[in-house]
Nanobody
Framework: QLVESGGGSVQAGGSLRLSCVASGYVYSSSVCMGWFRQAPGKEREGVAAIYTGGGATYYADSVKGRFTISQDNAKNTLYLQMNSPKPEDTAMYYC??????????????????WGQGTQVTVS
């Protein structure tokens, strides 16, 4: 089970941190944990992902240099630090996790576990 929090309204250029608490059986080593977003009328897209086994991170080009994904293994928690957000970052943000695998990608169909989402609005 994945539970997101931290969404809300933020001014462009500000900052916001999203959190995702995962149940233990999901947040194990050698899985991918990711953040996805979906704006109205658009497809769900991957924003950032992290491989829990070694900490390798992956980012969509649109957020590179602005967003940072991180994890706290002791707390089974995934974070997304959003710096300098833009209005086009407005979307519902979802936390997602895979079963054991070696590589991460942004294909939503390859993520097996999903949170309920948290809304982020940038104005």
């Amino acid at each position: 089970q994945l539970v997101e929090s931290g969404g809300g309204s933020v001014q462009a250029g500000g900052s916001l941190r999203l959190s995702c608490v995962a149940s233990g059986y999901v947040y194990s080593s050698s899985v991918c944990m990711g953040w996805f977003r979906q704006a109205p009328g658009k497809e769900r897209e991957g924003v950032a992902a992290i491989y829990t086994g070694g900490g390798a991170t992956y980012y969509a080009d649109s957020v590179k240099g602005r967003f940072t994904i991180s994890q706290d293994n002791a707390k089974n928690t995934l974070y997304l630090q959003m710096n300098s957000p833009k209005p086009e970052d407005t979307a519902m943000y979802y936390c997602a996790g895979t079963r054991a695998r070696w590589l991460c990608n942004f294909a939503p169909t390859e993520y097996n576990y999903w949170g309920q989402g948290t809304q982020v609005t940038v104005s």
